[in-house]
């Protein structure tokens, strides 16, 4: 456990070099500031605009951005070692390939947590500008929650990124797809009747703690409330859904990870 610890210190130290913990924390500020703007404009309508301020951040803006920001954290650690050939100075100590990867992969969750709780504080600066806030505390745990699921919903961008190894543009180009593809799915499996596309909304991470999201964003009184119902899914069904995804991945990272010539 020890060794592990300083392992993750030793990465945090290594993105530190790199002013990347600065870049995580300002791209967590780019979808509240756009938002926010809209708000004071009256592009939200007057009620509940908090509420909905919130909702279109961490709702929208987290579940589309995020990914993209731990895709590029991912690529950075795994290359590192690459990059400058270090590797095979890690296995002499010795430390396991095990090691190693749970490293980074706690390290990843250490930047969803701190991108999560931007986005939440910043819809909260942003409720304050519009002249009103509440329920601070809850916010802040739907925020957290939805930035654990997305870092492990992210997990199978981790095993594409290790096993092409390739450059960082491909690496970014993968980020970038597989967020879209999982965001596109987000709208379109909820309308769509199609078996197959039913099937991955219900499996896809973006859309499934979207269907969740659903359910502490949308108030039941709300005349749409009927037609989404449907739609909404427990928390204990994403998470289980999740968990089995990133379980799964993890291994596969840690096999796929360990093939590499040293």
């Known amino acids: 456990m020890r060794e592990l610890l300083r392992l993750v210190k030793c990465e945090l130290i290594k993105l530190k070099r790199k002013k990347f913990v600065t870049f ?44 993209i920001v731990l895709g590029i954290v991912a690529t950075m650690l795994f290359f590192m070692e690459r990059d400058h050939d270090t590797l095979k100075n890690l296995r002499t100590i010795p430390l396991s390939i095990l090691q190693i990867v749970t490293s980074k992969l706690i390290v990843l969750f250490i930047f969803g947590f701190i991108f999560s709780s931007a986005s939440a504080g910043s819809s909260i600066i942003g409720g304050w500008l519009l002249g009103g806030i509440n329920d601070v505390l809850y916010k802040f745990e739907v925020g957290a929650i939805i930035g654990l699921l997305l870092t492990a919903g992210t997990l199978p961008i981790v095993i594409a990124i290790v096993f092409f190894n390739r450059s960082y543009i491909i690496s970014i180009i993968i980020v970038l797809f597989y967020d879209i593809f999982n965001f596109a799915f987000i709208f379109v499996g909820l309308q769509s009747k199609i078996p197959i596309i039913k099937l991955l909304s219900s499996i896809l991470p973006s859309s499934i703690i979207y269907r969740w999201h659903l359910n502490v964003s949308v108030s039941p009184s709300a005349y749409y409330y009927s037609k989404i119902a449907p739609v909404m899914l427990p928390l204990s069904q994403v998470v289980i859904t999740i968990a089995i995804i990133a379980i799964l991945s993890y291994f596969a990272i840690v096999q796929i990870y360990r093939k590499r010539e040293v």
């Not at 809209?38 to 509420?51: H, I």
């Open 24 to 67: 995580v924390i300002m791209s967590a500020f780019l979808f509240p500031f756009i938002f926010t703007m809209l708000a004071l404009k009256g592009s939200l309508g007057n009620v509940g605009v908090y509420d909905k301020l919130f909702q279109a951040i961490v709702g929208y803006g987290q579940i589309l951005m995020l990914p």
